[in-house]
């Protein structure tokens, strides 16, 4: 197989989504995203056969051109996936309703480059969160947190803008959150002294399944290094519980220490490295992939 240095990817010149939705077939659908160069599959029915998944993926990656196919489902799926090329990334426990876990595979494109190596930075990360648990945690000032609301999705776009040249979704879009709250999902924030918005992180409810994503976590430059995140996690954590969830997952950027050493001091388990897995920062990135349970 033929290696690509680095993937094409397109600039953005609106705030509208970076993916269309395309039919698979049999009642599945998946998501084409030119912006993180993938076709993504989230939880298909459990009736899907894995094998005609996987080729289905493939073919639509590589008819729109996409170096690589995701897929997030079910166990029974898993053999099946595996014998048409993915490989097993990560394994959330407790996912869906009935207690099983949730699989993440992926399977590079024909001519696109592969499993990627971790980097100098991510085995930085790696000798870190290694030590984390040895080290107690320092004292912090108190952190205060809130529920955003629906009228502020303009300066969480402003802070997520400033402090991501690259996101993978169109957070910087005030739309774009807005849409995310009517549709359930809850940000938190964190102010300064003077009022000024320094900090958000968000819990994204998975359909059909008693579980939430905590993401968009940004925290502005100045205000790094006092436990801001790590408040925001907690109580989302909190918010969740109260709702009925059973446990959260998260996705952390494999080379920056920051969001990985936050989940680990907030009893975040990691369960694995999604490889390539969208385009965030500067370029398409390797994503640790942290769980925990809330009961």
């Known amino acids: 197989m033929s290696q690509k240095t680095a ?15 395309v039919d698979l077939g049999n009642g599945v ?8 160069d993938r076709v993504r599959c989230k939880h298909p029915d459990s009736q899907v056969d894995g094998a005609w998944l996987g080729q289905a993926l493939v073919d639509s990656a590589s008819s729109s051109g996409r170096g690589r196919s995701i897929v997030f489902c079910r166990q029974p799926q898993v053999p099946g996936l595996v014998s048409q090329g993915f490989g097993v990334e990560a394994c ?13 595979l ?16 991510a085995r930085k990360v790696d000798r870190l969160l290694a030590k984390a648990h040895k080290r107690p945690s320092r004292w912090r000032q108190p952190v205060v947190t809130r529920k955003a609301r629906v009228t502020e999705a303009g300066r969480i776009a402003a802070l997520m803008g400033e402090v991501f040249e690259a996101y993978p979704t169109p957070i910087a879009a ?68 109260a709702k009925g969830y059973r446990s959260c997952y998260s996705l952390a950027r494999a080379r920056v220490p920051g969001m990985n050493l936050s989940l680990a001091r907030q009893g975040f388990t990691r369960r694995g490295r999604m490889h390539r897995y969208c385009r965030i920062g500067t370029g398409l990135e390797d994503m640790n992939v942290w769980s925990r349970a809330l009961a």
């Open 7 to 21: 993937p094409e990817l397109p600039e953005l010149k609106d705030p509208k989504p970076r993916w269309t939705h």
């Open 92 to 104: 959330l426990p407790s996912f869906y309703k009935n207690g099983r876990p949730c699989f993440a």
């Open 106 to 121: 992926s399977r590079p494109t024909e001519g696109s480059a592969g499993k990627s190596q971790p980097g100098r930075q």
């Open 29 to 36: 659908s998946a998501a084409d995203d030119a912006y993180s």
């Open 174 to 241: 005030p739309s774009y959150i807005q849409d995310l709250m009517h549709h359930g999902t809850l940000f938190r924030v964190v102010e300064d002294k003077e009022g000024e918005l320094v900090a958000c992180a968000s819990a994204e409810p998975v359909a059909g399944a008693p579980v939430a994503e905590i993401s968009d976590c940004a925290t502005a430059t100045s205000q790094r290094g006092k436990g801001l995140q790590q408040a925001l996690i907690k109580d989302l954590m909190a918010d969740l519980q």
